[in-house]
């Protein structure tokens, strides 16, 4: 009977959980979160700040005539020409959104409920194309287009995937249609940027 009474005498209870200290892990994790929150949202506002330099975005003409193409989806942003993760937050050109496109003459205008809208005149255009990607945006070969277009003395790509991405062509054709002596301004454009 020793082995009994020696087996019973080396058993210990449970050990009772420390609230204290739980509750300061989980303390110090929220507060953890929040500074990084903070701290990425006073960067995005940086951002911003560094590119105060851009000018306004033009509005909208009052008549802007007959529609060539339009479309509706999701914008995905605007980055500086040629450079894919240098995204451009001024103006609020950095908040996704839907979007509704439609291309006339005039130019392209971008309606974003939620966001704000944004007009690009046909002179500032200087190209369009299906690539796979824009920041915070990967997508298939060919799923997104992206718009160049001039503002001030800066080259913007702007990233649209629309609801039937088989648009997507057409409108690659028509800008590059409508832009036609702009196509070889963006050579001298970019070599002016370097």
Request: aromatic letters at 8%.
């Amino acid at each position: 009977m020793t082995p009994f009474i020696t087996l019973a005498a080396e058993r210990e209870s449970q050990e009772v959980t420390d609230w204290a200290a739980r509750l300061g892990w989980v303390v110090g994790l929220v507060l953890l979160i929040g500074l990084v929150y903070w701290l990425m949202r006073e960067g995005w506002k940086w951002r911003g700040t560094l590119q105060s330099d851009l000018p306004e975005l033009p509005e909208p003409p009052a008549d802007p005539g007959p529609a060539r193409l339009t479309a509706a989806g999701r914008y995905h942003g605007s980055t500086t020409a040629g450079q894919w993760l240098d995204r451009i937050v001024a103006h609020g050109l950095g908040t996704r959104s839907r979007a509704e496109l439609t291309l006339t003459d005039q130019g392209l205008a971008v309606v974003r409920p939620g966001a704000r809208d944004f007009f690009v005149p046909a002179a500032e255009l200087r190209g369009a194309r299906l690539d796979k990607g824009i920041a915070g945006k990967v997508l298939t070969e060919g799923g997104l287009l992206v718009i160049t277009w001039r503002h001030g003395d800066k080259l913007i790509d702007s990233g649209f995937r629309f609801d039937h991405a088989a648009e997507h062509p057409a409108w690659t054709a028509a800008i590059d249609t409508l832009t036609g002596d702009n196509a070889v301004a963006v050579q001298h454009d970019q070599e002016g940027q370097r």
